[in-house]
Structures are given as structure tokens and as C-alpha cells.
């Protein structure tokens, strides 16, 4: 009796807990198909901390209601479209959401490592409210899809249609703590974006304006730079400059052949250029070494030939792209390909070999058919390199130390580490701390190309005398150096004109570059990537650069000297800014200025190249590291 009384307590307690168990079942699918709700699975983060940022409106009745997307652009992910404010970028993609309804919404997003992003949660703040429905994610150049609620997608909008509904962006793996931002749109809407670490709860903090809540950044600043490293300062570098130097000038050659025996006796030229004396000292105090430069550009011109591999499919190979902030790789396979005085037909007469692809069409072609990953475009360059390898023997003689690319995507210096680590890599991002090979690669200058007809459209600025405001800098929040520059000085004095982003019509546009022509200082922050295209603007408006992005390797570093021209200000001395720049005597400011006129046809575009334009300075600086090739960067 009491064995059967037992045996039925099992079955009643097995039926309560099947029925618990569909009940759950039940109201979770029905929350994640419905969303009524309230909720989304959540996505680990393997990481970083998640980006919230809830849109609290009155207002919204100004959204238009349509069955087309509203338009996201996500500040992690890879830009197509770039546009005055962002440069470079690490990655803006284009993301669509079907329906975003609702007063009150939370979503929360996680970003995974290198940019890549995932939909952790969405939650309405008010219990009746309906959440996020039907959300579709489609990245216009390449995204995670999104058909239902717990799929992988969409990451944080910089702008959220319509305009007046914005967050400020921010690295994520950068903030160590709780942070928020909170922008000041137009009537009542508010948007506030939240980091956070995924091992703690979600909380939203109420902020009350766009530029106090910055503060909390300064903080979550330092304890990214304890995970970062100590930054190499611009002093340090020109030190392993100078150690590189002295070895590759001691190194024997990597063959006996014809063509490494022309680059012996090139080497030898260089090293003992006379002295030129008839030259301004304005003009040779731009160099680390003028004499040795012209005599090194000299040769150049005269003996350098170029092999370019006709391999490779378009729209990844043989196709430049021509126009914004990755126009630079564009223009240089433009201009190469068609070059009749460097390039040579039978390989066997090249001293280097080109290999012409797009790190930024290959980004683009990112979940695409047989696209799926990062890795899937790293082994889309490595069958290139085998398959050059097996119809040439060039690759093989030395591991690719003979050969270059040029890229200016933000992942050319992950995806180009492996498979072509051998190679003279010309990047925009060059960043030392994160692979970029001083004694081998070459810095490539992030150039934003407003028209691909008149490259030089807009180039030159104002007198000294007449530029009154001392600093000046506009730009999305990208990354975690940019808020904390606008915490310390926006609004704080009237000669330092420092914004976040400006409008992005012609207005706007032309508001920018008069700022720039305006200004004594013209503050190039970074983004999220060390690289940014306000170093060249700066130069093109004669306005002095003052750098302030750690690790990072100007363009043709090797040859110019940089600090005759420019400022370098390391990240952590973003409060002494206007004080650093008040210090600086006015004769040294002078001369400064008077050297960007000298140095800016250094940076310029031609349709046709012309003697020490941007073309031909940076082959030249890729025939430099060739002559001076050090054997040591080659890896058996």
C-alpha cells in the first residue's frame, strides 16, 4: 500500500513537471515570435560588454510608417559609403529594420571580436509597450542575416532615421566599467547607449545631457590603456627606425640574381649620395635625409620595374575604387596597372611584383556565396598566392619578400598578416601595436576623395594672420579617444572649436573645410583605428596636424620628418591640449605652417601622375624598402 501510494506521488510529480515545462515552452514562444513578451534570446559576447541604447519618445509619430527599412548605419561594422565624419572606421555597414515600434525600447547589442556584431536583447522599459517586431537585418556590404528573432544581426546606429534620433558610438572592448552617453536630440526624444560587461546585469542609466555623461569615458580610458599596453611614442619610433635602418644597410642581398645585384648597386648609390647643399633648409629640414631621398627617388625613376599579376577576378582584383575614404588603394591600382614607365611585361625584369586586389571589395564580398566569415577572405587571398606560386616561380624564390600590396581597409592588417606576412604591406592602418612592421611596411595616407574628376578640388587655406580659432575638430564618436576629447573641450573656450559630428549636406560639408582653413591646429583624433583622413585634410587646408592616436606610423615615415610639420600628442594628455598648443612659440608655428605648403604636393592625386606626387611617393617608398630589404622580416 505504501509502495503504490509512492509510486503515485512520482506520477503526479512527473505530470506538474511536464506541465511546467509546456507551459514555459509555450509563453516563450510566444514572446520570441510575437515579442508581447518582451523578450529576445540572449547571445553570449566571447568579448566585450553589451551597447544598449534606449529611445524614450513622446515623439515618434514623426517616424515614417512605411513596409521600407529604416536605415541604420552601424558604427562597428564596414563603411561603403563613406562620408565626411567617418573615415576610417572600423567598419560601418548598412542595416535595415523592418519595424521598429514603440515608445521606450531597449535593444541591446553585443559586440563580438574584431567588429563583428550580434542582437542580444530587446526589451520594451514600459510593460504595455510593443518591442521591436519582424526584425530584419541586412548589411549592405556584407552582415550577419536576419530572418527571426534569434538570429545573429543588426549591431548600434550612428544615425537612426529620422536624424534627430542619434547615439554616440563607443569600443566596447575599450571600457573596462558602466558607462553612458546621452545625446541631446530635438524636443523630448532621448537616446541613451549604455556599455556594460556581459557577466553583469543590464542597467539603464538616466544621463542628463549629451557632454557631462562623457565623463565616465576619461576613467574607462585608463583601463583600456592597462589592457592596450604602453603606447610607443613617436620618439621611440624614430629610435627602431634608426635600429632598422643600420641592420638593413649591413644586409646581403636575398639572391645572387641580375636584379638583386641592380639593387646592391642602388643601395650602394643611396648610401653615398652627395650631399645636396643648393636646397632651402625649410625644404631639407621635411626629411630625414634629403640628399639620400633625391638620389634614392632618382634611381627610381630611372631603373624600377614592376611586374603586375593578371590573375585574379574582379570585382576583388583589377577593380579600384576611386572615391572616399578608402580611395587611396583605388588610385594606386589605377595608376599602377596603367603605367607604362615602371611596369614591365616579362616578369623575369621586375625588381617587384604587385599583386592588385581590393581590401575593401574583398570586406564587401563578406557573406557573400562561399563568404561566410573572415577566414573564408583570408583563404580567398591564399589561394591567389598558391595559385601565383604554382604558374610563377617569383612567390617561391622568396617567400613574397619581393612582393607588395597596397590596402587601406581597416582588416587588410589582420587579413593580409598570414598569407602575405612576407610581403611589403602598404596599409592605412598602421598601427604598430597590433602588427604593423615598421622595418618592412609602408604607412599608405588615408585619402578622402570628394571627386575622382579634380582630386585637388578644394586644396589650400588661408593666411596664418587670419586664422583666429586655435584648434578645431568635428567627427562621429567613434571609439573611446574622440568623447574624451569633446569632454574636456567642447564648449570650454571660444579658440577651441571642437564638435562632434557636423551635418553631412553641402552646407555642412563646406562649414568643415572653412573651420579647417580657419584654424591654426587642426586635431586629428582617432576612430577606432589608428588611421584617419583628417591627417591629409589637415595638410591640404596648410592647417598643422596635431595627432592624437597612439601607435600610430605617419606615411612615409622613413623619409619625412614628421615633427617639423606636425604635432604628436599622446592620447593621455588630451586635458593639457590647449595649454600644449598655447606653449608652442609663434616663429616655430610659423615655420610649421610654412612646411605643409612645401609637403602637401607629397599627398596629392593625379590623373596623370606627376614627379613627387602621392603615386610616386608611395612606389618610391616601396622601392625604398625593397633596396633596403632587410632579410630578417622573411619567414621560411
Given at each position: 500500500?505504501?509502495?503504490?501510494?509512492?509510486?503515485?506521488?512520482?506520477?503526479?510529480?512527473?505530470?506538474?513537471?511536464?506541465?511546467?515545462?509546456?507551459?514555459?515552452?509555450?509563453?516563450?514562444?510566444?514572446?520570441?515570435?510575437?515579442?508581447?513578451?518582451?523578450?529576445?534570446?540572449?547571445?553570449?559576447?566571447?568579448?566585450?560588454?553589451?551597447?544598449?541604447?534606449?529611445?524614450?519618445?513622446?515623439?515618434?509619430?514623426?517616424?515614417?510608417?512605411?513596409?521600407?527599412?529604416?536605415?541604420?548605419?552601424?558604427?562597428?561594422?564596414?563603411?561603403?559609403?563613406?562620408?565626411?565624419?567617418?573615415?576610417?572606421?572600423?567598419?560601418?555597414?548598412?542595416?535595415?529594420?523592418?519595424?521598429?515600434?514603440?515608445?521606450?525600447?531597449?535593444?541591446?547589442?553585443?559586440?563580438?571580436?574584431?567588429?563583428?556584431?550580434?542582437?542580444?536583447?530587446?526589451?520594451?522599459?514600459?510593460?504595455?509597450?510593443?518591442?521591436?517586431?519582424?526584425?530584419?537585418?541586412?548589411?549592405?556590404?556584407?552582415?550577419?542575416?536576419?530572418?527571426?528573432?534569434?538570429?545573429?544581426?543588426?549591431?548600434?546606429?550612428?544615425?537612426?532615421?529620422?536624424?534627430?534620433?542619434?547615439?554616440?558610438?563607443?569600443?566596447?572592448?575599450?571600457?573596462?566599467?558602466?558607462?553612458?552617453?546621452?545625446?541631446?536630440?530635438?524636443?523630448?526624444?532621448?537616446?541613451?547607449?549604455?556599455?556594460?560587461?556581459?557577466?553583469?546585469?543590464?542597467?539603464?542609466?538616466?544621463?542628463?545631457?549629451?557632454?557631462?555623461?562623457?565623463?565616465?569615458?576619461?576613467?574607462?580610458?585608463?583601463?583600456?590603456?592597462?589592457?592596450?599596453?604602453?603606447?610607443?611614442?613617436?620618439?621611440?619610433?624614430?629610435?627602431?627606425?634608426?635600429?632598422?635602418?643600420?641592420?638593413?644597410?649591413?644586409?646581403?642581398?636575398?639572391?645572387?640574381?641580375?636584379?638583386?645585384?641592380?639593387?646592391?648597386?642602388?643601395?650602394?648609390?643611396?648610401?653615398?649620395?652627395?650631399?645636396?647643399?643648393?636646397?632651402?633648409?625649410?625644404?631639407?629640414?621635411?626629411?630625414?635625409?634629403?640628399?639620400?631621398?633625391?638620389?634614392?627617388?632618382?634611381?627610381?625613376?630611372?631603373?624600377?620595374?614592376?611586374?603586375?599579376?593578371?590573375?585574379?577576378?574582379?570585382?576583388?582584383?583589377?577593380?579600384?575604387?576611386?572615391?572616399?575614404?578608402?580611395?587611396?588603394?583605388?588610385?594606386?591600382?589605377?595608376?599602377?596597372?596603367?603605367?607604362?614607365?615602371?611596369?614591365?611585361?616579362?616578369?623575369?625584369?621586375?625588381?617587384?611584383?604587385?599583386?592588385?586586389?581590393?581590401?575593401?571589395?574583398?570586406?564587401?564580398?563578406?557573406?557573400?556565396?562561399?563568404?561566410?566569415?573572415?577566414?573564408?577572405?583570408?583563404?580567398?587571398?591564399?589561394?591567389?598566392?598558391?595559385?601565383?606560386?604554382?604558374?610563377?616561380?617569383?612567390?617561391?624564390?622568396?617567400?613574397?619578400?619581393?612582393?607588395?600590396?597596397?590596402?587601406?581597409?581597416?582588416?587588410?592588417?589582420?587579413?593580409?598578416?598570414?598569407?602575405?606576412?612576407?610581403?611589403?604591406?602598404?596599409?592605412?592602418?598602421?598601427?604598430?601595436?597590433?602588427?604593423?612592421?615598421?622595418?618592412?611596411?609602408?604607412?599608405?595616407?588615408?585619402?578622402?576623395?570628394?571627386?575622382?574628376?579634380?582630386?585637388?578640388?578644394?586644396?589650400?587655406?588661408?593666411?596664418?594672420?587670419?586664422?583666429?580659432?586655435?584648434?578645431?575638430?568635428?567627427?562621429?564618436?567613434?571609439?573611446?579617444?574622440?568623447?574624451?576629447?569633446?569632454?574636456?573641450?567642447?564648449?570650454?573656450?571660444?579658440?577651441?572649436?571642437?564638435?562632434?559630428?557636423?551635418?553631412?549636406?553641402?552646407?555642412?560639408?563646406?562649414?568643415?573645410?572653412?573651420?579647417?582653413?580657419?584654424?591654426?591646429?587642426?586635431?586629428?583624433?582617432?576612430?577606432?583605428?589608428?588611421?584617419?583622413?583628417?591627417?591629409?585634410?589637415?595638410?591640404?587646408?596648410?592647417?598643422?596636424?596635431?595627432?592624437?592616436?597612439?601607435?600610430?606610423?605617419?606615411?612615409?615615415?622613413?623619409?619625412?620628418?614628421?615633427?617639423?610639420?606636425?604635432?604628436?600628442?599622446?592620447?593621455?594628455?588630451?586635458?593639457?591640449?590647449?595649454?600644449?598648443?598655447?606653449?608652442?612659440?609663434?616663429?616655430?608655428?610659423?615655420?610649421?605652417?610654412q612646411r605643409l605648403k612645401i609637403v602637401q604636393q607629397y599627398f596629392v592625386w593625379h590623373k596623370i601622375p606627376e614627379k613627387y606626387d602621392l603615386f610616386h611617393m608611395i612606389l618610391h617608398s616601396v622601392w625604398y624598402k625593397r633596396v633596403f630589404q632587410n632579410n630578417a622580416f622573411v619567414k621560411y
Open positions: 500500500m505504501d509502495f503504490c501510494f509512492k509510486g503515485l506521488c512520482a506520477v503526479k510529480i512527473k505530470q506538474l513537471l511536464c506541465i511546467i515545462v509546456i507551459a514555459i515552452a509555450v509563453l516563450v514562444f510566444s514572446q520570441t515570435t510575437s515579442l508581447d513578451g518582451n523578450y529576445l534570446p540572449s547571445l553570449s559576447h566571447t568579448n566585450g560588454g553589451i551597447l544598449t541604447f534606449m529611445v524614450s519618445s513622446t515623439n515618434l509619430s514623426n517616424i515614417p510608417k512605411s513596409d521600407n527599412a529604416y536605415n541604420i548605419h552601424e558604427v562597428f561594422s564596414n563603411a561603403n559609403t563613406p562620408d565626411l565624419d567617418d573615415e576610417v572606421s572600423s567598419e560601418k555597414d548598412t542595416y535595415n529594420v523592418t519595424s521598429l515600434t514603440g515608445v521606450g525600447d531597449i535593444i541591446a547589442l553585443t559586440e563580438i571580436e574584431e567588429g563583428n556584431l550580434k542582437l542580444v536583447t530587446a526589451k520594451p522599459v514600459k510593460g504595455d509597450t510593443d518591442a521591436a517586431r519582424n526584425i530584419n537585418s541586412r548589411a549592405s556590404a556584407g552582415s550577419h542575416h536576419i530572418k527571426s528573432s534569434n538570429q545573429t544581426g543588426f549591431g548600434p546606429s550612428n544615425q537612426l532615421l529620422p536624424r534627430d534620433l542619434k547615439f554616440i558610438g563607443q569600443e566596447s572592448r575599450s571600457i573596462g566599467l558602466s558607462d553612458v552617453i546621452n545625446t541631446s536630440p530635438t524636443h523630448d526624444d532621448k537616446v541613451h547607449l549604455e556599455t556594460q560587461r556581459t557577466n553583469k546585469d543590464n542597467e539603464l542609466l538616466q544621463a542628463g545631457s549629451y557632454m557631462s555623461n562623457l565623463s565616465t569615458m576619461v576613467a574607462g580610458a585608463s583601463g583600456f590603456r592597462k589592457r592596450g599596453g604602453k603606447p610607443i611614442s613617436i620618439s621611440q619610433m624614430n629610435s627602431l627606425l634608426l635600429k632598422n635602418s643600420a641592420s638593413m644597410m649591413a644586409m646581403r642581398p636575398l639572391l645572387s640574381s641580375t636584379r638583386e645585384k641592380e639593387l646592391q648597386h642602388a643601395k650602394l648609390e643611396i648610401k653615398n649620395a652627395p650631399i645636396i647643399r643648393n636646397v632651402p633648409e625649410v625644404h631639407a629640414s621635411l626629411f630625414r635625409n634629403y640628399s639620400m631621398f633625391r638620389r634614392s627617388y632618382e634611381l627610381m625613376e630611372r631603373m624600377l620595374k614592376v611586374y603586375v599579376y593578371r590573375e585574379g577576378e574582379k570585382p576583388i582584383f583589377h577593380q579600384p575604387h576611386l572615391r572616399g575614404i578608402y580611395a587611396s588603394e583605388g588610385w594606386f591600382m589605377k595608376l599602377m596597372e596603367g603605367n607604362r614607365q615602371f611596369v614591365v611585361r616579362d616578369p623575369k625584369k621586375a625588381h617587384l611584383f604587385y599583386i592588385p586586389f581590393s581590401s575593401l571589395k574583398l570586406r564587401n564580398a563578406l557573406h557573400e556565396p562561399n563568404f561566410s566569415s573572415q577566414k573564408d577572405l583570408e583563404n580567398h587571398l591564399k589561394n591567389y598566392v598558391d595559385t601565383v606560386a604554382r604558374r610563377y616561380r617569383f612567390w617561391n624564390r622568396t617567400k613574397g619578400a619581393d612582393h607588395f600590396v597596397v590596402a587601406c581597409h581597416d582588416w587588410a592588417l589582420r587579413f593580409t598578416r598570414k598569407n602575405l606576412g612576407n610581403c611589403i604591406r602598404v596599409l592605412c592602418n598602421s598601427n604598430i601595436a597590433r602588427g604593423f612592421n615598421i622595418g618592412k611596411d609602408v604607412s599608405l595616407p588615408v585619402t578622402y576623395i570628394r571627386s575622382g574628376e579634380n582630386p585637388r578640388k578644394d586644396i589650400g587655406g588661408i593666411h596664418p594672420s587670419q586664422r583666429t580659432i586655435l584648434a578645431f575638430f568635428a567627427g562621429g564618436m567613434h571609439g573611446f579617444v574622440r568623447p574624451i576629447l569633446l569632454q574636456y573641450w567642447n564648449n570650454k573656450e571660444p579658440d577651441m572649436k571642437i564638435f562632434g559630428p557636423m551635418p553631412r549636406d553641402i552646407d555642412g560639408k563646406a562649414r568643415y573645410r572653412e573651420f579647417m582653413r580657419s584654424s591654426r591646429y587642426c586635431i586629428c583624433a582617432k576612430g577606432y583605428e589608428v588611421h584617419t583622413p583628417r591627417v591629409v585634410e589637415s595638410i591640404y587646408y596648410e592647417c598643422v596636424p596635431v595627432i592624437i592616436s597612439d601607435n600610430y606610423v605617419p606615411p612615409f615615415f622613413d623619409i619625412l620628418n614628421w615633427e617639423m610639420f606636425a604635432l604628436f600628442i599622446l592620447e593621455k594628455d588630451i586635458p593639457n591640449l590647449r595649454s600644449i598648443l598655447l606653449s608652442i612659440p609663434e616663429d616655430k608655428y610659423m615655420m610649421m605652417q
